[in-house]
Structure formats: structure tokens, C-alpha cells
């Protein structure tokens, strides 16, 4: 929790800088592109958050990844100030933060969509039809295949959940034989 407090106020810092200079997006886009770079490349992720090594040698590495890259000014400094502060080990948690701030700005909404099988564009187009009209908000559509479901979808809108799968109507009936024994 405490880590999730400090995430929102350097994402909020953040957000209110790139919302000042109108590149909320890109500026999303950016942060998004170097936590994905420390997701996928442990090492890196573990040098950052080790104190043994020396903040200018992070500083250093940091800066060699963001000149390959490219990233604007502020999105380069603010990472540059979460080595510094010893934070790059919440960069995942203020990307959530920051992306949930550009939502609520842009009046959007992510729909998470888990189906045991591949889902067809038209189905997917008809849930986003639906959700828009449920929600009032503009849908991006996440899907997942997880195939431990059996059939039907689960649907995720915010904190709610829709789960129309066939694993879970199988564990509703198991638990009501149980109850019944």
C-alpha cells in the first residue's frame, strides 16, 4: 500500500507535467516503452534496484538506454529522478497510475476479455458496442486466451467482473452437489 501511495504521487507529478505540455500520450507511451524494457530484462531491472552499485553508474546506464531509445526531455528526467530517489523498482505500479490518470482524462475505459478460444472481430465489436453504451466511456479491448477457462468469456470492466465461463458454472455446480451432501 504504501509503495502504491508513493506510485500515485509520481505518477500524478508526472501526468500534471505532461497534461502542461498537452503530450499526455506520448509521454505515456514513453514510460510504458521503458518499464517494458525492465520487465523484460530482469538483469537490468535488478541492477537498478541494487544499492551496491553506484547511482552515477546508474545514472550513466540509464542515459545510454534512453539516447538508443529516444524519449522526450521530461519522460528522460523523470526516470533519471527515479534512479536517483531509488524508485525504478514502482515504475510498473506508477505506469499503472499514470495510465488510469490518462483514462480518466481521455474518458476511457480498458476492457479485459478472457476467452478459452480465439475471439472473432465480430464478437469482439459487439462487446465493445455494448460496453460503450454500458459505460458511457470510450472501450479498448484486451484480450486473453486462457484455455484453462473451457469456453465462454470472462469480462473485466474496472473492478467489476462478468464471468460467463464454462469453468466457472462447473464450480458453481460442484458447489451446490457439495452443499447438497
Not at 130 to 159: A, C, Y
Request: charged share 30%; with cysteine.
Amino acid at each position: 500500500m504504501i509503495g502504491s501511495n508513493i506510485a500515485k504521487r509520481y505518477a500524478r507529478a508526472l501526468f500534471d507535467i505532461a497534461q502542461k505540455e498537452d503530450k499526455i500520450e506520448i509521454i505515456y507511451g514513453e514510460l510504458k516503452g521503458f518499464s517494458s524494457i525492465l520487465k523484460e530484462n530482469r538483469e537490468l531491472a535488478d541492477f537498478f534496484a541494487n544499492p551496491v552499485f553506484e547511482d552515477s553508474d546508474k545514472l550513466a546506464v540509464i542515459g545510454n538506454i534512453i539516447d538508443k531509445i529516444g524519449m522526450s526531455t521530461t519522460t528522460s528526467n523523470f526516470l533519471m529522478l527515479l534512479v536517483d530517489k531509488r524508485r525504478t523498482d514502482i515504475l510498473e505500479q506508477i505506469e499503472e497510475c499514470y495510465r488510469k490518470y490518462m483514462d480518466n482524462i481521455l474518458n476511457k475505459v480498458r476492457v479485459n476479455i478472457k476467452t478459452a478460444f480465439p475471439l472473432s472481430s465480430k464478437l469482439a465489436t459487439r462487446i465493445k458496442k455494448q460496453m460503450e453504451g454500458l459505460t458511457k466511456k470510450n472501450i479498448e479491448i484486451v484480450v486473453d486466451e486462457d484455455p484453462s477457462l473451457l469456453g465462454g468469456v470472462v469480462i473485466g470492466v474496472g473492478d467489476t467482473r462478468y464471468d460467463g465461463s464454462v469453468k466457472a458454472q462447473l464450480n458453481d455446480i460442484s458447489g451446490l452437489i457439495k452443499e447438497e451432501m
